[in-house]
């Protein structure tokens, strides 16, 4: 996933992760592939198996003036945030994203209002990147 993300020029300014070692070992593989040591980290304990309403709430605390984020955590909560935030109208993406998100699938919204101010429904889906279709390509 860190050389599609790095390919596709998905680098983040800001990476928000779960300070679990599993979380850290993620960041770390992708960081080093890619040359992005530099990426400025929060590892927050906060975010270890969150709810999606806490992991909206650490978001909009801590990304504020980023302009792309990486979130790195743990389901149920980042699966569940993320088909909260997709924009209702996106029939095609809260199908997608009602399927379930396996270890590593990459989700990119672009939101027009910044970090800020996450609100459910209405956040556009970019792209929604499953592992297993890496590996097929």
Known sequence: MGQYMALNELKPDLVLCSDASRTRETWDG???R???QATEV???KALYLAESSRI???IGREARTAQTVLLIGH?????ELAGVLADRSDRDARRE???GMATATLVAFNLSDGFGKLRPGT???DRVVHPRALMQE
């Open 30 to 32: 992708i960081a080093g």
């Open 34 to 36: 890619n040359d992005w």
């Open 42 to 44: 929060r590892y927050l």
């Open 56 to 58: 909206a709430q650490i």
């Open 75 to 79: 389901n149920p909560g980042i699966e």
């Open 97 to 99: 994203l009602a399927g």
């Open 123 to 125: 956040c556009a889906v």
